[in-house]
């Protein structure tokens, strides 16, 4: 560890790593950059030096850790960010440093939910079916083109970003907006849209359980999208846990040192 400062990378653009960052910033004894994949034009601003755009796969990532003498690695990227998971495993591997993954508890279905779980997007826009339905999307801006392949189905798409010509289909709603959404606003959309089927990824979390809550009280079946695999790491399931990581990590460098 860099002598007196320990130096933090944090992967982000999840709850999780803004909720972390703000946990660290303004302490003497770290230096902390958080990282972001550069997809939302504006992001929401954190009180920590902030990069924004990706690294040139594991090695170009494994070369920043290295010249910007970073001490940990924090992946506390979407549940659904597989690459940069695997990048941030390989470049700790090769940079020589601990690396932590946040990786926040998937949902699980519970009595009354009607779930149809698909292992990829493209097999979720299949399980749509044939016959004309009214859908309410929430799978994000960069997935939601996918459905262009069934274009019989009228779609309600919420996304964070502007969706712009992203989904080129003949009946579409385009709603921007940022969660977290309770679930009697959501029953409230899914009702005044007459949504029949929801399409989401399992992200796990609370702030957009709402609409998976609402659904299971209007007993509209959900397609669910199952997280991708990631690489076995350390891993915790909060920003809470990252903190007692750092803590006990550093704990222990320090008695290294001392021996």
Do not use: C
Not at 228 to 236: A, N, T
């Amino acid at each position: 560890m860099t002598e007196g400062v320990m130096r933090i990378l944090i992967l982000g653009g999840t709850g999780e790593a803004s909720t972390l960052v703000r946990a660290l910033a303004g302490r003497d004894d770290l230096s902390v950059v958080l990282s972001l994949a550069g997809r939302t034009a504006a992001p929401k601003p954190e009180p920590v030096p902030t990069r924004s755009g990706g690294f040139g796969g594991a090695e170009g990532l494994a070369r920043y850790l290295q010249s910007e003498r970073i001490d940990r690695l924090i992946d506390a990227t979407h549940p659904f960010a597989a690459r940069i998971a695997d990048n941030a495993a390989r470049a700790a591997a090769l940079a020589g440093i601990p690396l932590l993954a946040i990786r926040r508890p998937a949902w699980n279905p519970a009595p009354g939910d009607r779930w149809m779980e698909v292992e990829t997007v493209p097999a979720a826009v299949a399980a749509l079916g044939p016959e004309h339905r009214r859908v309410f999307l929430t799978v994000g801006r960069q997935e939601a083109g996918a459905f262009a392949a069934a274009p019989q189905h009228a779609y309600w798409v919420r996304t964070v970003e502007p969706l712009g010509d992203a989904l080129p289909v003949p009946r579409l709603t385009a709603i921007e907006a940022r969660g977290p959404f309770d679930p009697d606003s959501e029953a409230a959309l899914m009702r005044a849209a007459g949504i029949e089927i929801l399409v989401s990824k399992n992200s796990g979390g609370a702030a957009t359980y709402g609409k998976i809550a609402a659904a299971r009280a209007l007993a509209i079946p959900v397609v669910m999208v199952r997280r991708p695999d990631k690489p076995d790491v350390s891993r915790v399931a909060d920003a809470a846990g990252a903190l007692r990581w750092l803590k006990t990590d550093a704990h222990a460098a320090s008695t290294l040192r001392a021996v």
